[in-house]
């Protein structure tokens, strides 16, 4: 496979539940974001890990874990999540070094009941 | 507060006509500036990075503008597949990771 991939696709949950939404990048690239994507909004920044380290963390709750094990994996680990919490997460790669260019999976698509 | 500002639109334009967007950012400092592509439900994909001297490619030319701090978008001989919403996007000075993202413009391509 090449870019970016990300599993699931589709998911559903209630609020009790946990789930973890893993990402995936080909690209040899050096850091990797987690986005939340709300309709009609601008791309909302979760967190950025660089070379493994997180180095960003825009204020997110905690019910929202990330996790970033290797250069080419990434997980976002989700639980006691609220409705509002509805919306596509978007995992991006770039390398660090002159324009930072993110090359995005297709998301996923999560919907709390 | 930084800010990338975007015409929603919609732009409602023929097939095969010229079309251009605007995009002003509020950080002066900004070096790096991209357009990306979104389709609907889809992910963003990178249209083109933003050079200072401007740049081309095929029907799609994107220019710099610092002293007024806006980035363009030109379209000629537009496609329907050309139908999308055109995302701003433009470095965060103060981070080597985050970029700030425009809201989008929607472009609508008619038969």
């Known amino acids: 496979e090449t870019g970016v991939t990300q599993t699931p696709r589709h998911l559903v949950m209630g609020m009790t539940n946990k789930k973890s939404l893993k990402c995936e990048q080909h690209?040899?690239?050096?850091?990797m974001y987690w986005y939340k994507q709300s309709a009609k909004k601008p791309l909302e920044l979760m967190f950025v890990y660089s070379l493994e380290e997180r180095v960003e963390n825009n204020s997110v709750p905690s019910r929202f874990s990330p996790e970033c094990p290797n250069s080419s994996h990434l997980f976002l680990h989700l639980h006691t999540l609220q409705p509002e919490d509805s919306a596509l997460y978007l995992c991006?790669?770039?390398?660090?070094?002159?324009?930072?260019?993110?090359?995005f999976g297709p998301g996923t698509r999560l919907t709390v009941l | 507060r930084k800010e990338v500002e975007q015409d929603p639109g919609p732009f409602n334009v023929p097939e095969g006509a010229t079309v251009a967007f605007n995009c002003t950012y509020s950080n002066s400092a900004s070096q790096s500036f991209f357009w990306y592509r979104q389709d609907c439900r889809k992910e963003p994909k990178l249209l083109m990075s933003v050079y200072s001297s401007g740049n081309e490619d095929g029907r799609f030319t994107a220019q710099l503008n610092r002293a007024s701090q806006y980035i363009s978008l030109l379209i000629r001989d537009s496609k329907l597949s050309d139908s999308a919403t055109y995302l701003c996007?433009?470095?965060?000075?103060?981070?080597?990771?985050?970029?700030?993202w425009g809201a989008g413009t929607k472009l609508i391509i008619k038969p």
């Open positions: 996007v433009v470095n965060d000075q103060d981070s080597n990771y985050q970029l700030i």
């Open positions: 690209l040899g690239h050096n850091a």
């Open positions: 991006a790669s770039s390398q660090i070094s002159g324009y930072n260019e993110q090359f």
